[in-house]
């Protein structure tokens, strides 16, 4: 994997991972239906991290994405469509003893590795008994300069050529000739549909959203990140490998994150595209936070974010920390909230997951009736996007974002996928442009990567 930053959309954050050599990888699907988060939580109980000043506080850990159609393990009345467009697992987490961390203000690059210590003690306790060497505190800081010897050699050496793959006939240059899988009739009957349940009180936003699919010639996934990441530089941009497919993100919107008992999530709810000088900038800033309606909508989800974080917080922790600030990115600027809490005793950091997620902003509320609702209008489960992307540490601590701004690559087609809050006085086609909007940075990024890659041919 590979995690990116840049901070509030404008600073670039000062740290970059690289993860190498996972020692274990858990896939979650229909063929394996346990609670991966259960799973995640039992491999990194007995793990205790030694504090270490020089190096920052994520050093390994669980490493991977969580598909919105988990959410069926943390409320069973959520009832996801039975159809995949995407055959990849619902979730997936690679366990990191190694990781590589890039510093941007020192210009330095370290190879970090967790040392197993409780090796010793399993060791012990088994009575083992060897005719060799056994486990030792010298054997693993052997193993240790092994480790940290190879990726060095790997980092060393020269880039690898990506495998050989099938290649798709035609490339989609335009989003108007990508496929949707609902089409603009399909995405307006559900606002219709959705405005109704609206109307007579059933919900009081809901969050449906539509699939493009794009062939692709001949770029790779990595290519489209490294488009990605200069098209629309974000607080969380991720390229994660599986070798059968690649996910690349370049995420604005934090989930939920837990450093050292503190709860946080980050509500984005108001868009607004930059303008071409500071002052029309800043205009458009103004118009954007003073508009009613984005204002009522942003509200809501705010008071749904301070709930989500309350049944895990200690009573009388949760705080709105900053309340409608506008967060500027390459394209576009948001209105964004920051909500806090102290994770209360007894509570873990997957409680504060299985509390939040998903996002409010991208199912709707209240919450469970709004994802109930969508559900039955999608004719296909959402797969990764919605979902969330991040990791588990072995400090004990969690940082993830939500999927959306992202790519699903397999079998030489990229997914694109974008979703839009309705609420009572939502107008069918202008909902159905703004998804294709959210989708534009992706789309331009293929269509330069595809540039890209036809230069390359001529040289």
Known sequence: FLFESVAGGENIARYSFIGVRPYKVMRFGPENQLDPLRVIEKELKDINLMPNQKVPDFTGGAVGYVGYDCVRFFEPSVKVPKEKALDIPDCIFS???????IDRVNHTMKIIYNVPLYRLHDFKQAGAQSTGRGVTVDSLYEEALAEISRVHTMLDGPIPKPPPRQKATNSAQKMSEMKSNVGKEGYESFVETL??????????????????????????AFDLYRQLRMINPSPYMFFMDYDEFQIVGASPELLVKCQNGKVTTHPIAGTRKRGKT???????????????????????????????????????????????????????????????????????????????????????????????????????????YSGAVGHFSFSGNMDTCIAIRTLAVKDSVAHLQAGGGIVFDSEPGPEYEETMNKMRALGKAIQQAERMVRKRKFR
């Open 95 to 101: 366990l990191y003893s190694t990781v590589v961390c």
């Open 195 to 220: 405005k109704k349940h609206i109307k007579c009180g059933d919900i009081i936003q809901a969050v449906p959203s539509q699939r493009l699919m794009c062939p692709l010639s001949d770029v790779t």
């Open 278 to 384: 500071k002052e029309e900038d800043d205009a458009l800033a103004k118009e954007l936070v003073n508009n009613e309606k984005e204002r009522a909508e942003h509200i809501m989800l705010v008071d749904l974010g301070r709930n989500d974080v309350g049944r895990v917080a200690a009573p009388g922790t949760v705080k709105v920390d900053s309340l409608m600030h506008i967060e500027r990115y390459s394209h576009v600027m948001h209105i964004v909230s920051h909500v806090s809490g102290t994770l209360d005793k007894g509570k873990t950091m997957y409680d504060a997951f299985r509390s939040v997620f998903p996002a409010g902003t991208v199912s709707g509320a209240p919450k469970v009736r709004a994802m109930q609702l969508v559900n039955s209008l999608e004719p296909q489960s959402r797969g990764v």
